[in-house]
C-alpha cells in the first residue's frame, strides 16, 4: 500500500488540476477580451487622438482582419518594411486575396485612408509598438490625427511562433457598421496572429485548455506512483 503522505501528495495534485482545468474557460475569456495586444494597439491610438482634440475611431475587426493578412504578406522578411527596399502588397491583394481570407464580403470594402507598419526582431508591448515603431515623424503624426479616418484595425504576430515581429495598422473611411463586414457577421480566425476588435483569442495565450492539463495532472500522477510503489 502507498504511503499516507504519499496519498495525500496525490489528492492534492488532482485538487490542483482540477480547479486549474475549470478555470480555464474563464481565464481564456480574459485572454480574448484584455491581453490581445492588437486591442491594446488601437487603444493606444485612440488615446493620443483624443487627447489631440480628435475622435476616437471605431475598430473594425474586418478592417483589422485585412492587417493581419497584410502583415502575412511580408512573409516574414522584416527587411522589406521600410527604408530603400521597402515593398507592399498590391493594392489588388485587398480584393483578391485579403478579403476572401478574412471572410469580409469584397462589395463592403471601403477606401484605406492610410496605414502604420513596423518590424523589428523584439517584441515590444502596445505603447513602445505606437511611440517607437510606428511613429517616427512629423508624417506619421500627420496621419494618425487624420480627419479622412472614421475607423482603425490593429494586427500584432510574430513569424513561425518567434522573431521577426510585425506591427500593423490600417485605416479606413465609411460607416464602420457597413463596410469591411464579415459574411454572416461573423469574424474569421486567421491563425497565427492577433487582430483587433473581434474578441480573437491571441495565438501567443498560455494553451492551459482542460485537456493539456489533464495530460499534465496523468504525468505529475505517473511520477508520484514511481515514488509510491519503487521497483
Not at 149 to 169: E, K, N
Request: with cysteine.
Amino acid at each position: 500500500m502507498p504511503k499516507t503522505s504519499t496519498v495525500w501528495f496525490l489528492l492534492f495534485i488532482f485538487s490542483f488540476f482540477l480547479a486549474a482545468s475549470t478555470g480555464s474557460t474563464a481565464a481564456v475569456t480574459q485572454t480574448k477580451v484584455t491581453a490581445n495586444p492588437a486591442d491594446k494597439l488601437v487603444a493606444e491610438i485612440n488615446k493620443n487622438r483624443t487627447a489631440h482634440k480628435d475622435s476616437s475611431l471605431f475598430d473594425n475587426p474586418g478592417l483589422a482582419c485585412l492587417a493581419l493578412q497584410y502583415i502575412k504578406a511580408y512573409q516574414g522578411d522584416c527587411g522589406a518594411v521600410g527604408g530603400p527596399d521597402a515593398k507592399k502588397p498590391p493594392e489588388s491583394q485587398f480584393v483578391e486575396v485579403f478579403a476572401p481570407t478574412c471572410g469580409v464580403k469584397a462589395s463592403t470594402l471601403a477606401l484605406i485612408t492610410g496605414r502604420f507598419l513596423g518590424c523589428q526582431t523584439k517584441y515590444v508591448h502596445a505603447p513602445e509598438a505606437f511611440s517607437e515603431i510606428l511613429i517616427r515623424n512629423q508624417k506619421s503624426l500627420d496621419l494618425l490625427y487624420s480627419k479622412n479616418h472614421t475607423q482603425v484595425g490593429a494586427a500584432v504576430t510574430g513569424t513561425d511562433g518567434g522573431s521577426p515581429y510585425f506591427w500593423c495598422v490600417l485605416f479606413g473611411n465609411g460607416k464602420p457598421n457597413s463596410t469591411f463586414a464579415f459574411e454572416g457577421g461573423v469574424a474569421k480566425a486567421t491563425k497565427p496572429g492577433c487582430y483587433s476588435g473581434a474578441n480573437d483569442e491571441c495565438s501567443g495565450a498560455h494553451d492551459w485548455s482542460p485537456v493539456n492539463l489533464m495530460w499534465l495532472f496523468a504525468a505529475s500522477v505517473a511520477i508520484a506512483m514511481g515514488f509510491a510503489f519503487p521497483l
